[in-house]
């Protein structure tokens, strides 16, 4: 591609994409196929290997969502899962010749001179847009992220593969029912598209982390974003895997870690609201050693009930008590949860609230084994299936995904923290009709509807 063409530009570029990502597709049906009918395993490594290949030259949701997929267990075969695991956030930028045809369709012609400065260079380039740095006649710094050529269009078509796909795993295996994670997967993606949306999401999170410490969140700017260009105040700092690569000592690790812990989990429990897409790439380090928040394309709101049976099955775990935790599982939405399957549910809760129970300072893990998730994963997975299978709700999926997400970090950060203390310092006096006044004010002030 040169100039700026995208292969979502064009009726051809669009059979084109349609053919690579089909192929893949096709590709991992008719494997799959093989495997149910003849017994025979193939080699899902080496094809998973190909697809996550094809994927990552692809702009568009599919890289997006095949990283979204590698984080929910089950959703895909395990070779799939960690070989898509591996997508980047960054892909190659479109030229310049793109970028003035899209500066010019949002601002107007001569819409350079309304700038003191842009780059011609993108900063950054992701599955949806890319970012160039700019300053304003008044000396702001800012990010302008513009969105990649006809992509509706492309989410669209993206989408359509992406059911295909689990459609096929899913009539392999009934571990999970996955007819609500394709629509929570399908809803979360059209919103992102949604630039204006994302500017609004990108206020509501500097109103609920007013006060918190070491948490920074860009400003929109109003006057030069649309719904395809959002341009938001540039923050200063290096990215998380940079940060590491610098070899921080405990102290500064610990430091972004509970930021990191507040800036997801103050949202969820004071307003309802969870960022549901926890990846390095989404923040960095600042040079005081605080926290930038950088992406709320993807966010989930939550009503009052779904937060207190997350509060209901941390308890129910904790003094192990089975009919709160199934009461909790109700709450959710969960259906048809005998004594079997709510054993197996309850050995993921365990593992997900463990680092939460004990009020010392620890690791998030404990143990040295680096799959030691996956395994935990594997075991739930088996559990299910030899019961039948669960149908998880639409809301449970971010929330799930966030969960394994931040866990991940927190791991590659290595941090020590006093888990248990921060959950509660965070939940504090949790009162259901408290969270849904602000959380009623909160979106009004902003101007962030509640998803469908």
Known sequence: MTDGQDEGGTIFGEIKRFARTSGAVSGIAARMAGERMFGIRGDR???????????????GPMMKVAQILSTIPDALPEEYASELAQLQA???????????????????????????????????????????????????????KLQYPDMTSTVEADLRQLKLAMAV????????????????????????LDYQREAAQARLYTLMLTGQPDIVVPRPVEAFSTKRLLTMTWLEGIGMQKFLDSNPDQEARNRVARALFRAWYVPFYRYGVIHGDP??????????????????????????????????????????????????????????????????????????????????????????????????????????????????????????????????VFLRLRAELNWHQLFHETIGHFDPALLERQQAEALATTGVPKPL
């Not at 490594?45 to 702009?59: F, T, V, Y």
């Not at 819409?111 to 970012?131: I, N, R, T």
């Not at 207190?308 to 949860?337: K, N, P």
């Open 45 to 59: 490594a080496r094809h998973a290997e190909d697809l996550k290949a094809i994927l990552g030259g692809l702009k």
């Open 90 to 144: 960054n892909a190659p930028a479109m030229g310049w010749a793109f970028v003035r045809r899209r500066m010019t369709a949002e601002l107007g012609s001569g819409w350079e001179a309304k700038f003191a400065s842009f780059s011609h260079d993108a900063a950054a380039a992701a599955s949806l847009g890319q970012v160039h740095r700019a300053r304003l006649p008044d000396g702001t710094d800012v990010a302008c």
């Open 169 to 192: 795993y899913a009539r392999m295996d009934n571990a999970i029912h996955q007819d609500d994670i394709y629509l929570e997967l399908v809803s979360r993606l059209r919103e992102e």
């Open 279 to 408: 990846h390095l790439g989404n923040y960095q380090v600042n040079p005081d050693g605080g926290l930038n928040l950088l992406d709320f394309g993807s966010i989930r709101v939550f009503g009052a009930q779904f937060v207190a049976g997350v509060i209901e099955l941390f308890e129910a775990i904790r003094t192990q008590d089975d009919a709160r935790a199934h009461h909790a599982y109700t709450i959710w939405g969960f259906s048809d949860i005998t004594k079997e399957k709510l054993d197996v549910l309850n050995q993921w809760a365990r593992f997900l609230y463990e680092p939460l129970m004990q009020d010392r300072v620890r690791s998030i893990q404990e143990t040295n084994d680096v799959t030691y998730g996956r395994s935990v994963a594997e075991q739930v997975h088996a559990g299910l299936k030899r019961t039948g299978g669960v149908k998880p709700p639409r809301e449970f999926v971010l929330m799930d995904r966030s969960a394994i997400g931040l866990g991940s």
